[in-house]
């Protein structure tokens, strides 16, 4: 996973790189610990690559935008354009 964090990265403008954490969650792909790490579900490992970058992209994007606010979704937009069909398709996979 990796490999793919180190391409998404690559798409922001951002100096420093927060640590790649694998924690199990419940509901959740990922989560962003502020400044610190993203984390991510460890049954990412089954899920397509497109859904791995998207998880990546919405952390990455929390690191300027704290709430999903419009600011939020217009970065996320920019960076991942396909997010929303990659994250219907997560959803259900998770439900």
Request: charged share 35%; glycine share 4%.
């Amino acid at each position: 996973m990796t490999e793919r964090y180190e391409e998404v990265f690559e798409k922001f403008d951002y100096d420093h790189k927060p640590r790649l954490e694998i924690k199990k969650m419940q509901k959740r792909w990922g989560s962003y610990t502020r400044g610190r790490s993203i984390i991510l579900n460890p049954l990412l490992i089954h899920a397509s690559k497109d859904c791995i970058d998207y998880v990546i992209a919405h952390g990455l994007c929390h690191m300027k935008h704290k709430n999903h606010d419009k600011q939020f979704y217009k970065l996320l937009g920019a960076k991942y354009p396909k997010w929303e069909k990659v994250k219907e398709k997560l959803e259900l996979r998770l439900s």
